[in-house]
């Protein structure tokens, strides 16, 4: 029997910088500031493999599916894959001394009309889950979730009320959140919910998955890592949170070198799914890492939909 390991991540996760304060402003402001000066990124890398996970599972049901965002924080997983929008980008736009004058009540309006005046180019609708209620209330107020959940898996119970809201998830995802939680969290909500989801992580290579995949395992899913490839999370904020990065890795036997030891977090995507799903298709089939995707590049000749049919237009 594994050990649970609740007390190792957040041993673990003592070797990463402290954010708590930035989680729990009334808007992201802070966050994408903060996160953004150290090239924070998942998302953006991460969004392409979820879209493509996302239509792989629509092919399986045959329905657009819910995907319940863990640790969604201010729904910016929800921004980048229903819109066509980028952490990056984001990040710009609170950036503007017009932005920073701004209330977080006039913030939430104006953000809400934002999100509201792009066409939804999402798989699937968003719900969230974190332990910070002012950045559920705001991606809710958005609009980027359907709805929220605030709760503290790790030490709580799921309420009643909230129990109600996972049961239609399809889909499970999170970015930047293991270590934060463990097999507790995700144990409560796979327990409640109706049919058994897939579940999409990405991880940093310094937390093992074994205790995560022995929970889901239990529930009848099979936890397969993609191999030959890794995501970028952002840069380390200092000598000591690389320092400790590298000997936490170094301690678990997982080699740093041209990854980490290049002074940049790494993950692993992970993907849970029942057994029959997992053997009618491989997730090499499914996910396709197109390097460099992301990278600023000059006007490009694109696809676009039109009343006369498929047109070829350049955009900027
Ligand atoms: C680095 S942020 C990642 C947010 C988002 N997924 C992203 O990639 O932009 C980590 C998030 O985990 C949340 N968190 C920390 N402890 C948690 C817990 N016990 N349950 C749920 N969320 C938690 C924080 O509030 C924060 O929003």
Redesign the pocket.
């Known amino acids: 029997m594994l050990k649970e390991m609740g007390t190792e991540f957040s041993r673990i996760n003592q070797a990463k910088a402290i954010?708590d304060d930035i989680?729990?402003e009334k808007d992201p402001r802070s966050?994408f500031s903060a996160?953004g000066d150290l090239d924070?990124m998942?998302?953006d890398v991460a969004e392409p493999v979820v879209r493509q996970i996302l239509a792989a599972k629509a092919a399986v049901t045959g329905a657009k599916p819910v995907v319940l965002?863990?640790?969604?924080?201010?729904g910016?997983?929800a921004a980048v894959h229903r819109f066509p929008l980028t952490?990056g980008g984001l990040r710009h736009r609170y950036a503007r001394r017009e932005m920073k004058a701004l209330s977080s009540e006039e913030l939430v309006h104006l953000d809400r009309n934002f999100y509201s005046a792009w066409p939804d180019v999402g798989l699937a609708r968003f719900i969230g889950?974190?332990?910070?209620a002012p950045?559920v209330r705001y991606a809710t107020d958005v609009g980027l979730l359907d709805q929220g959940i605030v709760?503290?898996?790790?030490?709580d119970a799921l309420s009643a009320n909230d129990a109600r809201i996972v049961r239609d998830a399809d889909v499970i995802m999170?970015?930047?959140?293991i270590g934060?939680?463990t097999e507790k969290?995700f144990g409560k909500i796979l327990d409640a919910t109706e049919t058994t989801p897939w579940i999409i992580s990405f991880v940093l290579r310094m937390f093992p998955i074994d205790s995560l995949a022995a929970a889901f395992a239990q529930r009848g899913l099979v936890t397969e890592r993609l191999t030959g490839v890794t995501f970028i999370q952002r840069r380390f904020r200092d000598a000591e949170e690389f320092e400790n990065t590298l000997a936490t890795l170094a301690k678990l036997g997982v080699d740093s070198t041209g990854l980490e030891s290049e002074g940049l977090f790494h993950a692993d995507l992970i993907l849970s799914r029942p057994e029959a799903d997992a053997r009618a298709v491989p997730l090499e089939n499914i996910v396709t890492v197109a390097s460099g995707r992301g990278r600023p590049i000059a006007p490009r000749y694109v696809h676009v939909e039109s009343n006369d049919g498929l047109q070829v237009t350049l955009e900027p």
Do not use: P, Q
């Open positions: 954010f989680y729990v966050y996160l924070y998942i998302t965002d863990v640790g969604c924080s201010y910016i997983n952490f889950l974190d332990i910070s950045a709760a503290d898996l790790e030490n999170s970015t930047g959140c934060y939680v969290t």
